[in-house]
């Protein structure tokens, strides 16, 4: 979702993109991935892939989460390294900040405290990838800089029910809820956990503007600044789609963090600003939902 989003951004700048699709390049294999990159010798690299899931994914499958992750990732700021890559764009998650940070959470409260237990292995993996670019900066001078998004959602995302994110879960919920004429949606958790959520062409356009204008040390937290609670979010969706569903909860659901908007003054400071609301994101995610299960490339 979020390397086809930066694909589509770049297409606007003056840039050949270089992409590797799993058929082509299997990022687990280091001498594969080497190989890649000497071939290609690209002048930048963004790291989008990663293995990703929501918070029951998280939860169950705790050594793919965090070996996969460090492979993948030291695979290719490693290669990049050899291949004379001197800028790197890593991408992380909001869950390497502390369960209980201070909101909104700023840059700085990493390693303040006990990560979220749903998704530490996830969390730990991305640290280290936020941390190695760090030392490849700090032992040879390259700029590699890290960024942090917020929970994403849009165009291209995962609707399998046990290893989505909320967004795509209750739009999928919400649309078969409808189809079937049903009067009930189910929704895990509480409801009462906040996330802050940004469509994700907003969110690859923060991405090349840092790529193009960021150059420092630490990591930059990108989001929208605005957080709602998880059974709001179910009503804007319900409303979105258009089902006539009473909102049900699920308690042996794990909530996960009780809140993490991120503090995003310093992107913020930089003028950049998202372009949709969370309204008209999760109405254009909906329309490419439907138009893509007419296709048949999203199967329900
Ligand atoms: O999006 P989500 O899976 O990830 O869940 P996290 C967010 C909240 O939505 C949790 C609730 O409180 C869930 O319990 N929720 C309600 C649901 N209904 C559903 C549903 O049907 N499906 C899902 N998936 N959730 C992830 C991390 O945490 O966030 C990852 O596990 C990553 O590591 C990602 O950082 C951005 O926000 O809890």
New binding site residues.
Partial sequence: MVGSAIVRRLAVEDCEVLTASRDELDLLDQAGVRRWMADRRPDAVVMAAAK????????RFPVD?LSENLVVQTNIIDSAFRSEVTKLLFLG???IYPKLAAQPISEDALLTGPL?P??EW??IA?IAGLKLCQAYRRQYGVDYISAM????YGPGDNFD?NS????P??MR?AYETKRAGGKTM??????T?M?EFLHVDDAADALVYLLKAYAGDSHVNVGSGEDIT?AE??RAIVSVVGAEATITF?PT?????PR?LMDVSRLFATGWRPRYSLRSGLEQTFSWFLRHIEQGDVRL
């Avoid at 189910?186 to 409801?191: C, D, F, N």
């Fill in positions: 990703v899931g929501g918070i029951l994914a998280n939860d989460f998650s909001s869950c979220e749903t998704n996830y969390a991305k998004p917020t929970n994403l029910l989505s994110h909320v967004v879960a209750l919920k189910q929704v895990w958790g509480s409801g956990p996330r998880i979010l179910a699920d659901k794990p909530d996960g963090t993490k």
